[in-house]
């Protein structure tokens, strides 16, 4: 399965571990910014997250000239003028994204169009549409799990229209990633635990899918590595400032992989599932898992058992015979789950998230069909075969 | 430098190939989707009047389809009426030789950032599934195990002769050319 061809980019600079924050404003002047927005959502706020950040780039010599902190969970065009406007107001030069998947999705978003100018967002939609760098643009995740801070693409929904635009461009990678234990410390037992089995997932699917590369699989066996150490620890005791680190550079790690080599049919099936029952992207993925590794099980036996090494160590490798480290590698993540749920609840079937009706199960395989990550899948899925795995999923 | 002759004349010969291919393959998917109810489940859920076009980068050979109606295909040849709703366009000659070739699977130069795709993905990953089933059907089943990802356990021997005798046929019509596309 291994490729003989690969792409493999990632110019983004990641700044990480202890006092990363404060070296925020010496990398805004370094591009000569002088007036910066933070681009962020209340709960990040009400959190306390933001005062760390003004903290710091105060101290460093840089004045915040405007904060915009109120992006929803599913961030829209009118949400991503409002920024663009209050940027232009404020005379900002740069943007500070501030937050998890959405507020980094609306910074990009926001990013092309004080660039590029203009209040229409739609005209910059698709692929290779952007032409010219964009502003200076720098990231500070606050979730451990999506990996935004190193993907080029952005999603933002047309709430006129009902539909949802997708952006894709180098030019939307951040000038800076802000790496910063600080930020995931207070993070709730269940988004930890969501958001490490996202992460967990773009490094598996990166690491099993068609376009896997060495270089991505380099960062995939990585990331696995440090979520197999340090997720269930974290959980134990949530104040654990080296596990939080480990787990938050997991998730940038994975994310660098899994944005050279794509994801896969957990991710068809979970964008379907998201969009059908409004359940939080990580829980999808927990769900899917176990079931799309099954399903492609003949065709990734290598990598898969090459898997079992970086999430269970060294020596349950080693005692476990060639032809059985494909399965074990499944069985370590159904125990995974089984930790999770036992510790926070995370739901292990689509029944126990009480949010999925057996009704809808058709609905989802067919709109999971239509998901580009589908394509990356090894085993060809037809509509039959996704239905059947959705069933499995199910209790 | 002097360019030597046998090089233009391998480029021509390329070109000329995939030109040929995309006729050949424009002609199959029409065919394909009168005679094959599983093209059509999929072809189906296209909105009607739908152009789809293949095209190599930056000035290479172009195939344009239309989604009628009912799931039914026709091929436009190399020139669209309105503008065209999905393009899958190939970065380089050489990688779209390789993919008409059966050299490499459909799969595996989206993987490889073979081609770029204008459009919507929804319906990327639709036609996809189609040239796929185009690629079953109407090649020899050693070609068309290197062609697509898996060999359908559902093709049988007497479905795929049966099918590929159909589209084959109607291929040759359709290129001799006293066949209208629509009786
Ligand atoms: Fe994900």
């Known amino acids: ?395 | 430098m002097e360019i030597r002759p046998f090089q233009t004349l391998t480029l021509r010969a390329r070109r000329f190939y995939v030109g040929a291919m995309f006729q050949v393959m424009g002609r199959a998917l029409q065919a394909m989707t009168e005679v094959d109810g599983e093209a059509c489940r999929e072809t189906r859920q296209l909105p009607p009047g739908f152009l789809f076009e293949m095209r190599v980068l930056p000035s290479g050979p172009v195939m344009v389809v239309e989604h009628t109606k009912d799931g039914r295909l026709r091929f436009l040849g190399t020139d669209a009426p309105r503008p065209i709703n999905l393009s899958i366009q190939f970065k380089h000659m050489v990688h779209a030789f390789r993919v008409v070739s059966f050299q490499e699977k459909t799969a595996i130069a989206f993987a490889n950032e073979r081609m770029l795709v204008d459009g919507d993905i929804a319906y990327a990953v639709r036609m996809t599934r189609v040239l796929n089933r185009l690629e079953t059907f109407i090649l020899p089943r050693f070609l068309a195990v290197r062609a697509v990802k898996q060999y359908p356990r559902s093709l049988g021997f007497v479905e795929k002769t049966a099918g590929a005798a159909r589209i084959y046929l109607r291929v040759l019509r359709n290129l001799i050319g006293n066949e209208r596309p629509y009786e």
């Open chain 1, 1 to 395: 399965m291994s490729s003989r061809f690969f792409e493999f980019f990632c110019p983004v600079k990641v700044i990480a571990g202890k006092a990363a924050l404060e070296h925020l404003p010496w990398e805004m002047q370094g591009l000569s910014v002088k007036r910066p927005m933070i681009v962020t959502d209340k709960g990040i706020h009400q959190a306390g997250l933001l005062e760390p950040v003004l903290a710091a780039c105060r101290e460093g010599g840089v004045q915040i000239a405007a904060i915009f902190d109120d992006v929803p969970p599913d961030s829209s065009t009118s949400v991503v003028r409002e920024i663009a406007t209050l940027y232009r107001d404020k005379h900002c030069d740069a943007i500070i994204a501030l937050g998890g998947g959405s507020a980094i999705d609306t910074g990009k978003a926001a990013n092309i169009l004080v660039s590029m100018g203009g209040d229409d967002l739609e005209q910059y939609s698709g692929a290779g549409i952007l032409k010219h760098p964009l502003r200076p643009f720098f990231v500070i995740p606050t979730t451990a799990g999506t990996g935004s801070e190193v993907t080029s693409v952005a999603v933002i929904s047309d709430e006129q229209r009902g539909v949802k635009l997708p952006f894709t461009s180098s030019f939307l990678l951040p000038d800076a990633a802000i790496i910063d234990p600080r930020m995931t410390l207070t993070l709730p037992p269940h988004i930890t635990a969501a958001t490490a089995m996202d992460a967990l997932t773009h490094a598996t699917e990166a690491f099993i899918g068609l376009a896997k590369n060495p270089l991505s699989d380099a960062y995939a066996t990585a990331a696995i590595q440090k979520i197999g150490q340090w997720l269930l620890p974290v959980m134990n005791d949530p104040k654990n400032e080296e596990g939080r680190l480990e787990l938050a550079l997991a998730s940038t790690m994975a994310g660098i992989a899994f944005s050279n080599s794509m994801v896969g049919l957990v991710h068809a099936l979970g964008h379907a599932t998201g969009a059908k029952c409004h359940l939080p992207h990580g829980v999808c993925m927990s769900l899917y898992l176990p079931y799309a590794l099954e399903y492609n099980l003949e065709y990734i036996r290598e990598p898969l058992g090459e898997l079992l090494l970086h999430l269970e160590g060294p020596e349950r490798y080693a005692q476990t015979p060639t032809e059985q480290r494909a399965e074990s590698c499944i069985a370590a993540i159904r125990a995974l789950r089984d930790q999770l749920h036992q510790r926070c609840g995370l739901p292990r079937t689509l029944e126990e998230t009480g949010q999925v009706e057996f009704s809808q199960l058709e609905a989802i395989a067919q709109l999971a069909l239509d998901d580009g990550a589908i394509l990356f899948s090894p085993q060809e899925v037809s509509f039959e075969d996704a239905h059947a795995l959705v069933c499995r999923a199910w209790s």
